[in-house]
């Protein structure tokens, strides 16, 4: 019955530096979403994954930003060369069933990376 | 562009009594609604949502009310309690945007025993 899990839970890394984030969904829940929340801010949109189509990229803010989710579970979001401008808390959700329009977007813990 | 807003960042209410937190949101589009409870160092919890066809949904001690006219929509929580306290984020979704969710910047409540 676990719910979503993030790691690291925290990560401080250094200007420059490429940074992987992981998210492991719920067992079952076939869409996965990856936001960020940049400090004082609501949540940005990044990513979106349903089932085996093509990911919604559309919230990603440069091309530093990737992510893959492999399986149909796992997934990792990847920056790199990071920059002062990254430090956010990344936070990962998974909600069931096809489109998920309406449904519930259940979220992990967040990952709090700290770019100096 | 904020497309979703939460013009009070914070709200402070007694114990016992109503807490009424608002969102207004611009995007014509959206037409599904949903209400997240955030504790700190723990991601946004599921609370409520509600449909564009229907203009009030309840659950429990929370509700909530849509007025399309005004694009404002508000969270009831009543009675409010201690535990209550936490950041509450309004979200939006479009059908024309898929299942993303567009959020506003959460208010602050604080129930006061």
């Known amino acids: 019955g676990a719910g979503v899990s993030q790691s690291p839970s925290n990560k401080v890394t250094e200007k420059g530096k490429d940074v992987e984030l992981r998210c492991d969904p719920i067992?079952?829940?076939?869409?996965l979403y990856w936001y960020r929340q940049s400090l004082g801010q609501g949540l940005e949109f990044l990513i979106y994954f349903q089932g085996n189509s093509a990911p919604d990229k559309s919230g990603l803010p440069s091309d530093r930003f990737s992510a893959e989710r492999t399986g149909g579970s796992v997934s990792t979001l990847t920056i790199q060369r990071t920059q002062q401008e990254d430090s956010a808390v990344y936070l990962c959700?998974?909600?069931?069933?096809?489109?998920?329009?309406?449904?519930?977007?259940?979220f992990g813990p967040g990952t709090r990376l700290l770019v100096l | 562009d904020q497309q979703v807003k939460q013009n009070s960042p914070s709200l402070s209410v007694q114990e016992g009594r109503i807490s009424i937190l608002n969102c207004d949101y611009t995007n014509s589009m959206f037409d599904y609604f949903l209400w997240y409870k955030k504790y700190p160092a723990e991601g946004p919890t599921f609370l409520i949502s509600?449909?564009?066809?229907?203009d009030k949904n309840e659950d429990g001690r929370f509700t909530v009310f849509l007025n399309k006219s005004a694009k404002h929509l508000s969270l009831h929580i009543v009675p409010s309690q201690p535990g209550d306290s936490a950041v509450y984020f309004c979200a939006a979704s479009a059908v024309t945007s898929g299942s993303r969710l567009t959020f506003g910047e959460g208010t602050q409540l604080t129930v006061n025993p």
């Open positions: 067992s079952g829940h076939t869409a």
């Open positions: 509600i449909s564009s066809i229907k």
């Open positions: 959700a998974s909600s069931k069933g096809q489109g998920a329009r309406g449904q519930a977007q259940y």
